[in-house]
Each structure stands twice: as structure tokens, then as C-alpha cells.
Nanobody, 124 residues
Framework: QVQLVESGGGLVQAGGSLRLSCAAS????????LGWFRQAPGHEREFVTA????????RYADSVKGRFTISRDNAKNTVYLQMNSLKPEDTAVYYC?????????????????WGQGTQVTVSS
């Protein structure tokens, strides 16, 4: 089994930055791609970004392109999400996700492991 633990969420003003981290433990060697999803109150969970095992391929939702950057450190089994120029509409619970395949698609069914989520609140 794989455990994912997110950290780094919090309250920030619009235009500010936050860096989320997600550490994998357990059978972390079975993880290929890693990604981030988010869910705002009253909305469905939506794809934010994903990265392949090598880090060579990334995918971003249009809403975060140019503002968010995903990266990973395989030696630490950790994935990061650098969020800049935050907007109130970025407010959500952010979830880390991991896949047993090198999948970077937007469908949550492609991810097999999930973290518990971390709250990000952007004030206007």
C-alpha cells in the first residue's frame, strides 16, 4: 500500500504564493506518475496538474497554466506544487494523487492512491 501526506496549505492573499508538498511512503517504488487535484465547496474534484516518473512530461489545467509548477524529487518520494499569483478562485482542498502507471490524464480514475487533502484559501 502507498500513503500520501500533503502539507503546505494555508491562508494567503490574492497575488501571493504557496508551495504544497506531498510525501509518499509505503510501497512508494510502485508509484509512477504523481498529480494534484482540487475540490472547492459545491464543486466536483478537478484536475490541476500531473508529472511523469522521470519528470519529463507535465500537464496542467488551463486555469493554472503559467502560475503553478509541479516538480518531484524521486529520492525523497515527494512531489511539489508551487503556486504563484494565487486567485480567490484557487481556494479549495488540494489532493495529491499517485498512479501505478505513467498516466498524466485528467481523469481521477487513472490515479490509484490519494492523500487526505490540504486546505488552500486565497483571500481577496
Amino acid at each position: 500500500q502507498v500513503q500520501l501526506v500533503e502539507s503546505g496549505g494555508g491562508l494567503v492573499q490574492a497575488g501571493g504564493s504557496l508551495r504544497l508538498s506531498c510525501a509518499a511512503s509505503g510501497r512508494a517504488f510502485s508509484i509512477y506518475s504523481l498529480g494534484w487535484f482540487r475540490q472547492a465547496p459545491g464543486h466536483e474534484r478537478e484536475f490541476v496538474t500531473a508529472i511523469t516518473r522521470s519528470g519529463g512530461t507535465t500537464r496542467y489545467a488551463d486555469s493554472v497554466k503559467g502560475r503553478f509548477t509541479i516538480s518531484r524529487d524521486n529520492a525523497k518520494n515527494t512531489v511539489y506544487l508551487q503556486m504563484n499569483s494565487l486567485k480567490p478562485e484557487d481556494t479549495a482542498v488540494y489532493y495529491c494523487a499517485a498512479s501505478r502507471y505513467d498516466y498524466t490524464g485528467t481523469n481521477s480514475d487513472g490515479y490509484h492512491y490519494w492523500g487526505q487533502g490540504t486546505q488552500v484559501t486565497v483571500s481577496s
